[in-house]
């Protein structure tokens, strides 16, 4: 069921009718890394850097003057790193605003004799997305500790952002089809095949320059999977939890 909608979603990322959708979510997943990018290198030219000048170049003798180059060299890797962890939240915000153009072609082209969708509310879709903005970072900022524990740190990746991108993407796409409080409950009620399938977005995640085309992969698999969970438990409501 996972493959299965894992390969619908390949399928769709380069379908002529969610092209419109590719090159938005491209464009502004870019602009959102660029921005991010010079937004970290000023910040840190701006304070880190003069502290470790302050704290650690004027003990240093003549000899060792080069070690200046090789603090910049680490202090770009670092930085790097940093852009890294945000391209999770990253996506998942851009996700936000694109599911449900996403949602709409999957459901029209692939299930036309079932009920259609509802957008989410422009208002509820931006809080859901700014208040999951905030809960991804937490759990990269745990996963950026971890790092440093040998045998976790990449455990600790896929855990984290499969768990997270996995419920934040499928209950968008259940909420389309259910009150908030009902996708939420069905999730929690399939939470190991949710995670399976965050855990296959979080690997899609780590692959370079692919990755910017997340938040597609992620909204088409959770859609497909949403409607594969629905016709297993057609029963399933508010009312009987």
Known sequence: MILN??????ANLFAPETRGVFWKVIG???LALIV???GLRETFTAFAWPFLQGMVMPDLPEWAGWLTFVFGILASIGLALGLALLLAPVTAIIAGFFLDDVAEVIEKRDYPGQAAGQALPLGQAIAGSVKFLGIVILGNLLALFLLFIPGVNLVAFFLVNGYLLGREFFEFAAMRHRPPAEARLFRAKHAA?????GLLIAA??????????????AAGLMVHLHKALSGKDPGFSLRQN
């Open 204 to 217: 899609f995640l780590a692959i370079p320059i692919v990755n910017l085309l997340t938040p597609l992969f």
């Open 5 to 10: 909608a894992a390969r619908l979603s390949l």
């Open 28 to 30: 502004l997943t870019l």
């Open 36 to 38: 991010l990018w010079f």
């Open 193 to 197: 095949t949710v995670l399976i399938a």
